[in-house]
C-alpha cells in the first residue's frame, strides 16, 4: 500500500468523532497526512508533465516555395507561378511516432491570359491547413524524413488596381519532407508537396471543372528550428 493511501485512510479516520480526550492529536494527524497528501499529488502533476514533455518534439519549418500548376485548369492555363514561402509548425508526440501540427502556405501568380480568367492583374493564394504525419526516419536523430497530409482552407484573392474580389474553397495535399540537423537547435528541410484546390466558383456547369479545380506541385527548401521539451 503507498503512503498516499496510507495517509488517506488515516485522515478518513480522524475525522471520525470519538469519544476521546485524543481530540489534538487526531488534529495533528489530520494536519500531517494532509500536507503528505498535498506533497504526493504534487509530485504525481510533476511526474506526468515530465512523462509528456519528454515524449513532445516540436518543430518550427519557415522556407521558400516554388509553385507549379498542373492539369487542364484555370492556374495552369491562364498564370504563371511565382515564388512563395511557407511556414510549418510540428509537434511530434508519442515519443515521435507521429506528427500534429499548422501550415500556412502562400505564393503568388501573374495572369498571363485575362481572356480565360478576367480583367484583373494578379492572384495571391493562400493556404491554412491542419496537418499530420509519420516520421519515417526518426527526427531526434540527425537525418529526418517524414511523409505527411493536410487539410484546409485555401483563397483565390484576384487583384487589379486596388480592386479586389476573392474565391475560396477547401485544399488537400500529401507531401514528403527530409531535414538534417546542424545541431540542437538549428537545421535544414526540403520538401516536395502536391496540392489540391477545390473551389465553389459560380460558372456555367460545362466550366465547373477547368475552374472549381486546382492542382499544384510545390517544392520546399528552408530551416527547421528544432525546440525540444
Not at 476521546?20 to 504526493?40: A, D, E, P, Q, Y
Not at 500556412?104 to 484583373?120: E, I, M, P, Q
Not at 529526418?144 to 484546409?152: A, R, S, W
Amino acid at each position: 500500500m503507498t503512503l498516499g493511501k496510507q495517509c488517506s485512510r488515516v485522515l478518513i479516520r480522524s475525522l471520525i468523532p470519538r469519544k476521546t480526550n485524543g481530540m489534538k492529536i487526531r488534529v495533528g494527524i489530520f494536519l500531517v497526512c494532509l500536507g503528505i497528501l498535498s506533497t504526493n499529488e504534487v509530485y504525481s502533476q510533476d511526474r506526468i508533465g515530465n512523462t509528456i514533455g519528454e515524449n513532445v518534439h516540436i518543430e518550427l519549418r519557415p522556407g521558400l516555395n516554388i509553385p507549379s500548376a498542373l492539369g487542364n485548369n484555370f492556374l495552369s492555363e491562364a498564370y504563371t507561378t511565382k515564388l512563395g514561402f511557407v511556414l510549418d509548425s510540428r509537434a511530434y508526440l508519442q515519443r515521435e511516432r507521429f506528427y500534429l501540427g499548422l501550415q500556412l502556405h502562400y505564393f503568388r501568380a501573374d495572369v498571363v491570359k485575362g481572356s480565360l480568367v478576367g480583367n484583373f492583374d494578379r492572384t495571391d493564394v493562400t493556404h491554412i491547413s491542419v496537418t499530420g504525419g509519420v516520421p519515417i526516419v526518426s527526427p531526434g536523430k540527425r537525418l529526418g524524413l517524414e511523409i505527411g497530409l493536410g487539410f484546409g482552407y485555401v483563397i483565390y484573392e484576384n487583384k487589379k488596381d486596388g480592386i479586389n474580389f476573392h474565391d475560396d474553397g477547401f485544399s488537400a495535399h500529401m507531401n514528403l519532407s527530409a531535414d538534417y540537423r546542424f545541431n540542437s537547435f538549428l537545421g535544414v528541410h526540403v520538401g516536395v508537396q502536391y496540392t489540391r484546390d477545390f473551389l465553389s466558383v459560380q460558372t456555367a456547369p460545362e466550366l465547373e471543372s477547368f475552374f472549381n479545380n486546382a492542382a499544384v506541385l510545390n517544392i520546399f527548401t528552408g530551416l527547421v528550428f528544432y525546440i525540444d521539451k
